[in-house]
Nanobody
């Protein structure tokens, strides 16, 4: 049984930074592709960033150049470094895991709130 636990959210001013972490429990982390999604109030969940088991990485264009995803296979974590935050980045951020290269994600964390406001 896979369990994902996010941490690191909070309140930050525009232009500031936050680092989110997601700890993976239950199975072999190196066999999973990991991603971050977010959901703002009244909006659908949207993709943010992806880090495959082979360390292939890509981002949504809205965060490209500001956010950095990374994984630590020794610690079973995937992180999201968020710089130059904007009010439109305000959302609940979820990490997700899937064992397949394509398709739906099998496992989701409970989410962590990020609020960007002056």
């Amino acid at each position: 049984q896979v369990r994902l636990v996010e941490s690191g959210g909070g309140l930050v001013r525009p232009g500031g930074s936050l680092r989110l972490s997601c700890t993976f429990y239950g199975r072999s982390f190196v066999e999973y592709n990991m991603a971050w999604f977010r959901q703002a109030p009244g909006k659908e969940r949207e993709f943010v960033a992806y880090n495959s088991m082979s360390n292939y990485i890509y981002y949504d264009e809205s965060v490209e150049g500001r956010f950095t995803i990374s994984r630590d296979n020794a610690e079973n974590t995937v992180s999201l470094q968020m710089d130059d935050l904007k009010p439109e980045d305000t959302a609940v951020y979820h990490c997700a895991a899937r064992s397949s290269a394509m398709g739906q994600y099998d496992h989701w964390g409970q989410g962590t709130q990020v609020t960007v406001s002056s």
